[in-house]
């Protein structure tokens, strides 16, 4: 990944924590109420999902700022590339295949699987390998709930997952020199894929994900860098060893397959102990907009068990 770069963000595109809060109040209220319509679909009435406990009391990123600040690396390198160059990407219809070491492989139709399962709101910090975070509330459901369905097997230890590759929809993927050798694929250990905190997402901000942030579907495993939550997830695989990932194949020295937020294991080319907040403002109107870097990036209680006995030096 090139290196970490600014964001230029207006302060009219910020909005304060207290104020997104009493809108959503309101808009609770006003569901409670029985109002239906615009009121109730322009808060999470869209996905009919439910609030869920798992909410981090920061301060959340201005939407403005998480749909347009993206990394999607087949939509382009730069930040605006994603939100600029994905128009053509048809998230619909999808199917979800999910096969491997398990009893029942299964095609998904997305539209089906939505219906069916249960949808919440969480909202999660995300920090990215580049030294950048944003605090987002996502709708989705928990991995272990699409997993049971197929029933893996004892034999089963990691999770493959691999994004659609469409060179037509996707400008970014052609050339000589490719990025990525794409499929943009990633991996977790089958008891990380299980963990209530591991979530499938098909929105943001209560609404569904546009293009640049993963349409229809993508993994968001809030402890680990932004880079292992793969986009328009179309493949899920169950298998025995640990699968390849396109960033370790890309450059193994610098993202380890583990990759779980970590101030005390620096990027061999930038510090990871400190994270540049997307809306937080600094530069010159006071504040550095800056925050020290949390292990597991805040979740250790749920998480540090995972991986007791492990050196996260090596196990990078
Ligand atoms: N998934 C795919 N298919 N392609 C990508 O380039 N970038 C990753 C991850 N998932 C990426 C991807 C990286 S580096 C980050 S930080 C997050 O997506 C960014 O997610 P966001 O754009 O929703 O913030």
Not at 155 to 180: C, D, I, N, W
Not at 203 to 208: C, E, H, L, M, S
Request: aromatic share 12%; hydrophobic share 40%.
């Amino acid at each position: 990944m090139p290196a970490y770069r600014a964001p230029f963000i207006k302060s009219s595109e910020i909005t304060s924590r207290s104020l997104y809060m009493k809108r959503r109040q309101f808009m609770t209220g006003a569901i409670a109420a029985g109002l239906s319509g615009s009121l109730a679909s322009s808060a999470n009435a869209a996905l009919n999902a439910k609030q869920s406990s798992y909410i981090v009391n920061d301060k959340i990123t201005p939407k403005e700022d998480a749909t347009t600040y993206n990394n999607y690396y087949e939509f382009g390198t730069s930040k605006s590339d994603p939100a600029a160059y994905s128009g053509d990407f048809k998230p619909q219809p999808w199917k979800i295949r999910i096969d491997g070491m398990v009893k029942k492989p299964m095609e998904f139709d997305l539209q089906d699987l939505m219906a069916r399962m249960p949808l919440e709101e969480r909202i999660y910090r995300f920090r990215c390998v580049e030294a950048w975070s944003m605090v987002v509330p996502w709708t989705g459901f928990m991995l272990s709930e699409l997993l049971k369905q197929v029933e893996p097997l004892g034999s089963a230890k990691f999770v493959a997952f691999q994004t659609v590759l469409r060179p037509e929809e996707m400008p970014g993927v052609g050339g000589f020199a490719p990025v990525l050798d794409w499929p943009y694929r990633e991996g977790l250990r089958l008891d990380e894929a299980m963990h209530p905190l591991t979530i499938m997402a098909v929105g943001i901000y209560g609404d569904v994900l546009p293009n640049q942030n993963g349409a229809p579907i993508r993994l968001v495993v809030p402890w680990k860098y932004g880079f292992k939550s793969i986009k328009s997830i179309e493949r899920i695989t169950l298998v025995d060893s640990q699968p390849v990932t396109a960033w370790n194949v890309s450059a193994p020295g610098e993202y380890g397959f583990y990759s779980n937020v970590n101030p005390e294991r620096d990027h061999p080319r930038w510090s990871q102990a400190q994270e540049r907040v997307l809306g937080a403002g600094g530069g010159f109107f006071g504040g550095t907009g800056k925050r020290d870097t949390e292990k597991f990036n805040g979740y250790g209680d749920e998480v540090a068990s995972l991986y007791a006995g492990m050196d996260l030096q090596v196990n990078y």
